[in-house]
């Protein structure tokens, strides 16, 4: 037995045990909800792993093949990926644990958190962050010295973004920061 009561191999969240085979049968089920086109994401080989790192789950491309989509159609993505899990995630309910599985499976065709992932995961009601899952909001740092400092707080990224463009006249590269 693991930390939490669960069978060697097995992964607790909240109160529930969870098998890697569970694992990817939920993750694939969620991702066929995010994308239009399911057919590809049966031709994903999945692997999940539990171990210690700082972020609740990540996912690992196996391929150097860039993920490609538009909007809510995936156009391509790597053959095999690794669901990496947290041993933190053990604090997660079943229901935040499935929107951090939607949140990567949005990762298999939007790599980075920018405009077609954010828009997807509004779409979804996915937060982009863990600060936005726990209700932060999106943060204009300006860096002063050697350290950011929050000028103001928004809603959403698009908000920071418009505020940024309409009203910063210096706009040096690295002196802001829009952080969620």
Not at 80 to 85: A, M, Y
Request: overall charge positive; aromatic content about 8%.
């Amino acid at each position: 037995m693991q930390k939490g009561g669960c069978p060697t191999g097995f992964i607790q969240i909240g109160d529930s045990c969870l098998s890697p085979s569970t694992v990817k049968i939920r993750f694939r089920d969620l991702a066929k909800q995010v994308w239009r086109n399911p057919d590809i994401i049966d031709k994903i080989s999945i692997d999940v792993v539990q171990r210690t790192q700082k972020n609740l789950l990540s996912i690992f491309y196996s391929s150097h093949i860039k993920p490609m989509a538009i909007g809510d159609s995936l156009l391509r993505c790597a053959s095999e990926v690794r669901i990496s899990i947290s041993e933190e995630a053990q604090k997660l309910t079943m229901a935040e644990f499935d929107n951090y599985l939607k949140h990567e499976s949005i990762h298999l065709g939007y790599p980075q958190h920018d405009k077609g992932f954010r828009d997807l995961a509004e779409k979804h009601h996915i937060p982009v962050t863990v600060n936005m899952s726990q209700g932060g909001k999106v943060q204009l740092r300006e860096k002063i010295g050697n350290r950011y400092q929050t000028i103001q707080e928004f809603p959403d990224y698009d908000a920071a973004k418009r505020f940024f463009d309409e009203n910063i006249k210096d706009k040096k590269q690295g002196r802001f920061e829009i952080r969620y």
